[in-house]
């Protein structure tokens, strides 16, 4: 199992920009989940999903878009990126049969120039 | 969701015993104590999880007193490649929403 990844691995937007960030996990996991985390902090909930098709509201959602119409996958968009959503940006995904547990993916160190 | 409280660093020594502390004085009757951990550049990893007492596995033990207002992390004997950031988190189990804190930042020296 690759358990959960992301695509890509690093990126540099100018502002304005937009892009879309792809989370996929192989782990039939219910729930999905996008952090942001900037240098020397903890991570903030961007947005998160509790089953396909359903998404909401994170601490701070502002700026992004996500989507999961598929259980496996769950897409962060940025529409208009602004040098304030430079940060690394980790996607997670948990099971509702055991703990609380969550399994993150590598992350996705963005930079708007 | 129960705020938590927890120190912002730590210094230790490899080969000592390790004792995490965090606060939640608001705890809920329904919620559980997790704890993770965040190397550098990784996303972070589920080390434990408690609801009262205490809970122990491989890596390390979870100490939960009567009143679940604190827990203690500890990790026995560190190393080097126990450097990392710990974070407290309290929720209820299987919740869809986690909110993390800043965590704790320890550091092991030689």
């Known amino acids: 199992n690759a358990g959960v990844t992301q695509t890509p691995k690093f990126r540099v937007l100018k502002t304005g920009q937009s892009m879309t960030l792809l989370c996929a996990q192989d782990m039939n996991h219910e729930y999905m989940y996008w952090y942001r985390q900037d240098p020397g902090m903890g991570l903030r909930l961007i947005h998160y999903s509790v089953g396909e098709g359903t998404t909401a509201k994170g601490e701070v959602p502002d700026g992004y878009n996500v989507s999961r119409l598929k259980k496996q996958n769950f897409l962060l968009g940025l529409e208009s990126a602004a040098p304030s959503q430079t940060s690394v940006y980790f996607c997670a995904s948990m099971t509702v049969n055991r703990d609380n547990e969550q399994f993150f993916g590598p992350g996705t160190r963005l930079t708007v120039l | 969701l129960a705020k938590t409280t927890q120190p912002i660093s730590m210094d230790s020594y490899e080969g000592q015993e390790v004792n995490i502390t965090c606060s939640h004085n608001n705890i809920a009757t329904n919620d559980y104590i997790t704890w993770y951990q965040q190397f550098p550049s990784q996303g972070p990893r589920f080390i434990i999880q408690g609801y009262k007492t205490k809970v122990t596995n491989e890596v390390a033990s979870l100490f939960i007193p009567a009143d679940r207002k604190s827990s203690t992390l500890s990790l026995p004997r560190v190393s080097l490649s126990d450097t990392a950031v710990y974070y407290c988190?309290?929720?209820?189990?299987?919740?869809?929403?986690?909110?993390f804190g800043k965590g704790t930042r320890l550091h092991i020296l030689p």
């Open positions: 988190l309290v929720g209820e189990n299987r919740d869809d929403k986690i909110i």
